[in-house]
């Protein structure tokens, strides 16, 4: 479809949100005529999400904007069996406890993107293990489980490319799919839920839900999906060279976030901020058509206004000033990353590669010699060319820091502990 009536899925094509849809115009007939309520559903596998998820939120943000209701799914109940979908192996299954616990870290995020209330397009946090949890075996495999075709189930690209590997994919596993469908007819009894949105590899499991609501005799019910995005050069959004790029504050301060995006590949900065920002597409275009040098000044303005969004507008600035005067000034900046060194083990000297590994700018002595060798490894912005360098309260600069630096953007301060 060349054009959307209804706002939501309009504004989500011109940004670049839509991979699949399972009824273009009745989806969109659906949004142009009332408020519609949709979810996404968020796995807890760990106790904060990560850039690689910020699309999913994102699509909620835009559906509130435009007038209708989003609902942020915590899979309290499906986190207990782990979604297989083109994994190589199980997940490792989680506690309880655990579960919870990461939940708790995830939902920090979500205020930062949707208003939460009892109104009619507030949105909400609902957990599927509060209907999950107390399924009776025997009915759900009379009621639910017989409306699933094992021999569709094995077709699905989920599941074929890991038997075709030749790797094990447990009955648990296999459950999962059946239990996400259920969520989406749940969901639809209980909040009126028409759409579910995901990743495209999500398609297959939601295509389930949307039949096992037919056989139901729920209304009709929508499958929306994003195009999994990888960056210009084929990485995986949500990584970089050091791991995850984890949103919680307390996983990642938002200088390292910051840096994240401003180290954006050029090609991908426009679409990077049609999908991660709110800004105004005519400047969008704008920043985008940037040539040369200029579109440094595109990826800052992309760091900073996905940055504000989760982390407020205060923590963006500070986090493009540290920048600034880190790179344009060569000062030290309070801001920056920090690791801390017990003052007896400065006292009496530690290597330079122990030191790197320490600070996470190097995952091995080997990968932090490496590095010295090809001349990317500064203290206190002098070269180091010596891997058996020791580092000494000696080389506390006059505020009483270290500064390592890893190439012209990574740089951590070592303090005595």
């Known amino acids: 479809m060349s054009a959307f009536k209804s706002d939501f899925l309009r504004t989500l094509s011109e940004r670049g949100f839509i991979h699949q849809i399972s009824d273009e115009t009745g989806l969109d007939d659906l949004f142009a005529k009332e408020t519609v309520t949709a979810y996404i559903g968020f796995d807890p596998t760990a106790s904060s999400l990560h850039a690689g998820g910020l699309i999913q939120i994102m699509m909620l943000h835009w559906m509130q904007q435009t007038g209708h209701r989003p609902i942020a799914l915590m899979g309290g109940g499906t986190g207990m069996v782990g979604d297989p979908s083109f994994k ?15 939940i708790d870290g995830i939902k920090k995020v ?52 890991r038997l075709d590997r030749e790797q094990s994919l447990s009955f648990l596993e296999f459950n999962y799919m059946i239990l996400q469908a259920y969520d989406f007819v749940e969901l639809s009894k209980r909040y009126g839920t028409r759409l579910q949105m995901g990743g495209s590899d999500q398609w297959g499991n939601i295509i389930n ?16 999906t994003s195009p999994l995005l990888t960056t210009a050069s084929g990485a995986k959004m949500g990584k970089s060279l050091n791991g995850a790029v984890w949103l919680n504050a307390d996983m990642l301060s938002p200088y390292e976030f910051w840096q994240y995006w401003r180290n954006t590949e050029d090609a991908d900065v426009g679409r990077f901020l049609k999908l991660y920002t709110t800004l105004p597409l005519d400047e969008i275009a704008r920043l985008a058509a940037l040539g040369g040098s200029e579109i440094n000044d595109a990826k800052k303005v992309l760091a900073t206004e996905v940055t504000a969004i989760l982390h407020g507008r205060d923590a963006a600035d500070q986090a493009s000033e540290t920048a600034r005067k880190t790179f344009e000034e060569g000062a030290l900046s309070e801001s920056l990353p920090t690791v801390e060194v017990p003052k007896a083990t400065l006292e009496s000297g530690v290597g330079i590669l122990a030191l ?62």
Do not use: C
Request: no cysteine.
């Open 110 to 161: 979500f205020a930062n993107y949707l208003t939460f209330g009892d109104g009619p397009r507030d949105a909400l946090m609902v957990n599927n293990a509060d209907w999950l949890a107390p399924l009776n075996y025997l009915e759900f495999l009379r009621d639910v489980g017989r409306h699933f075709s094992v021999n569709r189930m094995l077709s699905f690209d989920s599941v074929k490319q």
């Open 88 to 102: 190589d192996e199980a997940r490792k299954l989680m506690t309880v406890e655990t579960i919870q616990q990461n």
């Open 209 to 224: 839900g949307i039949d096992l609501g037919h056989r139901l005799e729920q209304p009709q019910l929508f499958a929306l």
């Open 356 to 417: 790197f590994v320490t600070a996470g700018l190097a995952g091995s002595n080997g990968e932090a010699r490496r590095h010295i060798q090809g001349g990317a490894v500064r203290i206190n912005d002098a070269p180091v060319s010596d891997d058996r360098r020791g580092v000494t309260l000696a080389d506390l600069s006059p505020e009483g820091v270290i500064k390592l630096s890893l190439g012209k953007k990574k740089h951590i301060l070592v303090r005595p502990a």
